[in-house]
């Protein structure tokens, strides 16, 4: 039973689904709804997407090459060392669930996990509306929303802010724009406009105020950089009120005992390196994996450890960075592009997970 229908639910379905094994999706929410996240995929989630029949060119995924850095006065760019794309999670996340029950998975949409709890060897769910199921292989998905009882160790720290934008950014590039508490990403959309989201420190000065409006989110990061100021003017708020989701454990790996924690129930990337999808679909698979050889929690959740502890170090030692000095960062990029590509490259912690190189068919 797999809770939770995001990438890391979906890609958790398949496997088993095509092995025979028909495993039950709980999703709480209707198909293609929208969630907090920057939706940019590199080269190792579009190598993953691949893995499950997924073709992100024939979704309609926008390419992305360059990256810009800004703190203050400064501004820095490079180009990415891998293929980039941005693709709405609706979009995604619909074109996964189809794939897991062509597949032969079951998917229930509405369904409301209210608690979880353990019962001798089974795992029971309580349903919105009194229903009540039991497993005895509970795959958690439930991203950055925890579930009562179930909830992880980590430490609550962030919270995630989302704002669609209408409008044509000034480049076709991701942007990393520092602000007070944490900083902001601006990508293009797929389709046009932009998506504006931001890592803050709730206890940061304008942060309660950015993530209930959006003229405060647009001011708080405008106020973070010169560059932020121009590209935002040419922008327009496309909802009334920002997405949030809190309590996030950036850096945050899940030693779990006697369930499969995948996505980021399982680690919490910090979010400038683009690559939670990637680790939430390699997670998925191989969790699936794990399951198919009746490998217990604890063996996967050692396996996802070894593969991603390194990359998760680097990747919080740059948002620690970002964080503190921002201006090093900027500065960074432009005087050592290579060292910014090399580390780049090495928090693709789904290559890392599941191997680099997947072709379309080549299953999971």
């Known amino acids: ?15 088993p689904a095509r092995r025979g094994v028909r495993p039950l999706l709980l999703e709480r929410g209707r198909q293609g ?49 891998f293929a980039g794309w941005s693709l709405p999670r609706a979009t995604l996340d619909s074109a996964l669930l189809n794939a897991a029950m062509a597949a032969g998975a079951e998917v229930v949409f509405g369904a409301r996990v209210r608690e979880g709890t353990r019962h001798g060897g089974l795992w029971r769910l309580a349903i919105a509306g009194g229903e009540a199921l039991e497993t005895h292989t509970l795959v958690l998905a439930t991203g950055k929303h925890d579930l009562r009882g179930l909830q992880r160790t980590g430490r609550d720290h962030a919270i995630g802010v989302k704002l669609p934008m209408s409008g044509s950014p000034p480049e076709a590039a991701i942007a990393l724009l520092a602000c007070r508490g944490g900083y902001a990403g601006l990508q293009p959309r797929a389709g046009g406009g932009a998506n504006l989201c931001a890592a803050l420190d709730p206890r940061a000065p304008g942060v309660a105020e950015a993530a209930r409006s959006p003229e405060g989110l647009i001011a708080h990061v405008g106020d973070g950089s010169r560059f932020a100021r121009q590209a935002l003017a040419g922008l327009a708020p496309a909802l009334n009120r920002p997405m949030t989701v809190a309590g996030i454990p950036y850096g945050h790996v899940e030693a779990s005992a006697g369930m499969y924690r995948v996505g980021d129930q399982a680690a919490v990337i910090p979010s400038l390196c683009g690559d939670g999808v990637a680790i939430a679909l390699a997670s998925g698979i191989t969790a699936a994996r794990a399951i198919l050889a009746q490998q217990p929690p604890s063996g996967y959740h050692a396996t996802l450890l070894r593969g991603i502890g390194r990359g998760m170090r680097l990747a919080g030692l740059v948002s620690m960075v970002e964080d503190r000095a921002p201006g090093v960062l900027v500065a960074g990029v432009a005087i050592a592009p290579w060292l910014a590509a090399w580390t780049a490259q090495r928090t693709r912690l789904g290559d890392i997970l599941c191997g680099p190189g997947a072709r379309p068919g080549d299953g999971v």
């Open 33 to 81: 709804a929208g969630k907090v996240c920057g939706e940019f995929l590199a080269a190792d989630a579009a190598g993953l997407l691949a893995r499950l029949g997924i073709d992100l060119a024939a979704l309609g995924a926008a390419p992305i090459e360059r990256a810009i850095f800004a703190a203050g006065a400064r501004r820095s760019a490079m180009r990415l060392p």
């Open 1 to 15: 039973m797999i809770v939770g229908g995001g990438p890391a639910g979906a890609a958790a379905a398949s496997a």
